[in-house]
């Protein structure tokens, strides 16, 4: 049988084991998993699987996947990762239980909404710890929850923070006393209990293992750790987990020996750049059938004895070195997070699932 390529393979039984894992570890202390299916681009054979191992939560920074996922019949409270745009208020209320807020007048439009179609929508208060991405400034958490609980078919079940995205901040134990902090002080004021309070990501990994107490965090929002087996301060593998539940294929397309330096006068590349190359003498060099559209070249690794080039939008190049690769063959390659959500979310990149008889493309297409 002929297989396709490109082609991402998802070992399911992988992801399955990881999740357990992941889900054991993190309750030994008391906190709870929110998955996070951004980075498969809401597959609904992983959103399953996952659901199947206890999580009771997934997260998406997409209306679109979560509803794919409830359209195939995913059993979870869905959870809207990003702050909700005003012009889409009223389908995340359909759509989301559960949505991550930071500006009120986005709060009233779903309480609107919330209202007309007769349902209660959740919200979690996010709150700038210091990553600058999403978040009420601390000073402006209580004011905003003063006028929160007045609107009609809003429920603020509880507040997080965000660490180790766009700043790199680290959720350490004095980020995570400060935020339980502030989550107690709320409560008290406004007579409140929070039920959920998030305190990162697959980041706070390390927080975790060395933290003696948790404090009141309760949640955290794990995806990488999840599909990559790693933690994502300095993507270090997390012992007893796969790495690799992840593959890329990609067919070779063309192999010749050539310089190792373009010659001819030079301008920029498709990128933008202006390329600088060291002249290595004569190379053997192999195209594969993948690119920047597709992924960029930084996030992939050859689990070959091979060093990438570079990429266009469609070629990847490859040193092919002692290889002996030859046109026709499959060059696998091993993925970070940013390749696999690339990857994922591509209709150029066929999907594959192995490991598990209870999973097909089938199964749970949405159609």
């Not at 869905?78 to 986005?106: C, G, Q």
């Not at 007579?191 to 949640?219: M, P, Q, R, V």
Request: charged share 25%; with cysteine; proline share 3%.
């Amino acid at each position: 049988m002929i297989r396709p390529t490109p082609r991402i393979e998802v070992d399911l039984s992988k992801v399955a084991y990881n999740a357990k894992r992941i889900i054991e570890l993190y309750r030994s202390k008391g906190i709870e998993i929110m998955g996070v299916t951004k980075g498969v681009g809401g597959c609904a054979e992983i959103a399953h699987l996952l659901c199947e191992q206890g999580i009771e939560m997934l997260a998406d920074t997409k209306l679109q996947n979560l509803k794919k996922m409830k359209q195939v019949g995913v059993k979870a409270a869905f959870v809207l990762l990003r702050t909700p745009s005003l012009s889409e208020a009223a389908a995340v209320v359909r759509v989301a239980d559960i949505s991550m807020n930071t500006e009120l007048k986005v709060m009233e439009a779903l309480s609107a909404a919330a209202v007309e179609q007769k349902l209660v929508h959740k919200v979690i208060l996010m709150v700038e710890m210091g990553d600058l991405r999403e978040g009420l400034m601390p000073a402006d958490l209580e004011e905003t929850i003063r006028a929160g609980i007045l609107l009609e078919g809003i429920k603020i079940t509880g507040i997080g923070a965000n660490f180790a995205c766009f700043g790199g901040i680290r959720p350490n134990q004095e980020k995570m006393i400060e935020l339980s902090m502030l989550a107690e002080r709320m409560e008290a004021k406004f007579s409140l209990s929070f039920s959920c309070i998030t305190g990162g990501n697959s980041g706070n990994y390390h927080w975790f293992t060395a933290a003696d107490d948790t404090a009141k965090i309760n949640n955290l929002r794990i995806g990488e750790s999840i599909y990559l087996g790693c933690e994502t301060l300095d993507r270090e593998e997390i012992p007893g987990l796969y790495t690799d539940a992840f593959t890329l294929y990609a067919e070779v397309i063309e192999v010749k020996t050539k310089p190792s330096k373009p010659y001819g006068d030079a301008g920029q590349d498709v990128a933008g750049n202006y390329p600088q190359f060291e002249d290595e003498g004569l190379m053997r060099r192999a195209i594969v059938a993948v690119g920047s559209q597709d992924a960029a070249a930084a996030g992939l690794k050859p689990k070959i004895d091979a060093d990438i080039l570079g990429s266009s939008s469609d070629h990847l190049i490859l040193n092919a070195k002692s290889t002996g690769l030859t046109v026709g063959e499959e060059v696998a390659f091993q993925l970070n997070y940013s390749a696999l959500l690339s990857l994922m979310t591509s209709s150029y990149i066929s999907k594959t699932y192995i490991g598990s008889e209870n999973f097909s493309d089938e199964q749970y297409s949405a159609g």
